[in-house]
């Protein structure tokens, strides 16, 4: 019997950072079951160069029915569920690899952008429901959390049987911005209001949990 | 034996909410005990007309050791230690007993401002530990947070014995924003980044209990 | 002779405002030449259903060689030179019509996003040079801006001779922004610091013109 | 004949800035005459050792009948009308001296605040009427700024004539800014909303000049 799973990815930490939500969430779902599907979660890497490929397997070995692709968000006090991913790369600071990125294409043909196609209205309002503060976003950035979503949906386009695909991202965690406040406090700069919102892992974890499982439902 | 209590106020519910974290923190710590000291967890009515009463009451009544004080801020991402109190209400928007203030002095001879009693530095580092978002805050604001630390303030300094007091300000909950968010959704207006950051209520709830732990330890 | 004259749109008041520096801005460069070029300044209705219309009648009567349109960002500190339009209307808040929209295509058939044609990162190079605060956006948000820049690119596509479009995205007038702080003060709402940046009409004026010289020496 | 001017100064760069609109402000207010009252703007160190020498000397060889002091407020969109001056000094970025200070009172055995004696709400009142975006606020922060108003309001306490005291914080020159957003565009970090406000410097002393009206009309 061949099982299509929900695959969860969530990326390493990245820009100096020793821990990112996102990949600790997406261990915290794998060999979880939701809706009676079984959720892989695999950590990405936080690498131009290397994501395509990474994305290519996982989309062979695993033939995923849905994915939720997962991103830290840095000062974002709510769960921003991406509603489009554009063809490009902008970045001056460089990634894992060390890699920098001016205004380029992910895709050198590819269109312009492609929409998320997991039911983000109902995804919105499932965490509204669950008392999660959500909102649709209409920019996933231009950095790899980008080029994660503008990847999955384009490789996925090209795939056999439907995969629904998005990003979401999340919030820092509490512990993180701790962490930087007592940072701030030694070196003596302030933070502004606005960069240091989180939300408890736990939280997020639901989350996206309820994001899967809506469109689980959904894709049946 | 007289047993000299920590006390906690905590605000009820105004500006037309269903819920204030204030007043469930007050609420989840009546009753405890902390570092071998009973806990009284009290709600204060958002009414400038009654809350020095109320306040004078509780510490005739109680004689608390310590009393830590607890607002909502709403859109404040991380806990917030209030170093100072000022002799002034000022607010445009009614309070619960419909009364507004413009730039009026709490109290009609006393002085400008009066230090929060409380170790808000030990506070402050203890909370970053537990890897809570938290910082030192200059200003209470004009509402009635501010003027329940300068009435706790100024009426502890007549007592018999030594009382230290502070006010925290506490984010939103996230099941608040979420209902927010839902509602500007159906009304169609868009909720800016910075006043949707929330806190788990059992973080903030730990929060307080830190602090009354912190103020504990400091004033045996 | 037939000169292509170079367009600049600002939408009208709208949201209950008595203002909009885009309309400004269109009406003070009306009739002005830039790098030898006339330009024509023309107002935009705020409304979805008849925007379309007004697009293409401005295209074929005017046939523009360059169109930068104009709207304001309500709370943006900078000029935002958008790099993308979205075939999406999302819109709770209604239009100076009365029209809301959710998650409806723009053009049936229509691309999901098609990039501004405008030299943005020059137009942003000088401007940061001419002093002007200016960054590029990936998102001119889902109301009636991002329909106008969508709009005017789908059109333009099909066009005999190429048009550079794109969209500026510019902040409230002071005049603005003290109207809204004396109508909070009266009323007692407090505003908070991000909703109330604002940029000198001259400034923002001058930007514009900036953006149009830039784009007519990039298509001599 | 003994006039007693009124006194404007502005802070120096400070911070690794080029630039601080508060010296250009004095400067450019330095020798005009407002409300037939002549002017002297003044240049302020920004150094908590020499600041207090500096104000007492300028007090005795000045004698102003109004001082209005002006600071740079990085980030912030609109003109700060500042309440109240706390004795307090905190700040682990180093003044221009290299000092930092933790929690340190100003004045030994100084009063915790002293209140602003301008006359900031027909102040506030004025500069909206004026179109200029302001408001009252309650915290001058816990850096130099602050420790100028303390001292002025402090020192101006002991003198034998009344002067009126405040100060007024404005936002940056577009034109840092715009320095801002390059060096940040060229290094690859993306500047948040809330930092990049700005005001036309115009703006910025011509509120001052209205500020130091409205103080001289109610002295009188």
Redesign the interface.
């Known amino acids: 019997m061949n099982v299509h799973p929900a695959l969860v990815t969530g990326f390493v930490p990245y820009g100096g950072r020793r821990s990112n939500p996102a990949a600790e969430i997406a261990a915290a779902l794998d060999g979880t079951t939701i809706a009676g599907v079984p959720v892989v979660g695999r950590p990405l890497p936080v690498s131009l160069a290397e994501i395509g490929d990474r994305i290519a397997g996982l989309l062979e070995d695993l033939q995923p029915r849905v994915v939720v692709s997962v991103g830290l968000s840095p000062?974002?006090?709510?769960i921003r569920i991406e509603?489009?991913g554009?063809n490009?790369a902008d970045?001056?600071?460089?990634d894992n690899a060390g890699q920098?990125a001016l205004?380029e294409p992910l895709l050198g043909n590819g269109?312009?952008?492609?929409?998320a196609t997991l039911p983000i209205?109902k995804i919105?309002t499932a965490?509204?429901?669950?008392?999660?503060?959500?909102?649709i976003s209409?920019?996933a950035?231009?950095f790899l959390c980008n080029a994660c979503l503008y990847t999955f949906l384009s490789l996925a386009d090209e795939a056999r049987e439907p995969i629904a695909c998005g990003f979401i991202h999340v919030p820092y965690m509490?512990?993180q911005?701790?962490?930087m406040?007592?940072v701030v406090?030694?070196?003596?700069?302030q933070?502004?209001?606005?960069?240091?919102?989180?939300?408890?892992l736990?939280?997020s974890t639901q989350a996206v949990a309820i994001a899967v499982e809506t469109a689980l439902r959904e894709t049946r």
């Not at 000062?75 to 709510?78: F, H, I, M, Y």
């Not at 406090?185 to 700069?189: A, D, F, I, L, T």
């Open positions: 000062g974002e006090a709510v509603r489009v554009l490009l970045f001056g600071t460089a920098v205004d269109a312009a952008a492609r929409w209205r919105e965490l509204l429901e669950a008392g999660i503060p959500a909102r209409n920019s950035g231009t509490p512990e911005v701790a962490e406040l007592g406090k030694r070196h003596g700069r933070a502004s209001g606005s960069d240091v919102a989180s939300m408890a736990a939280t």
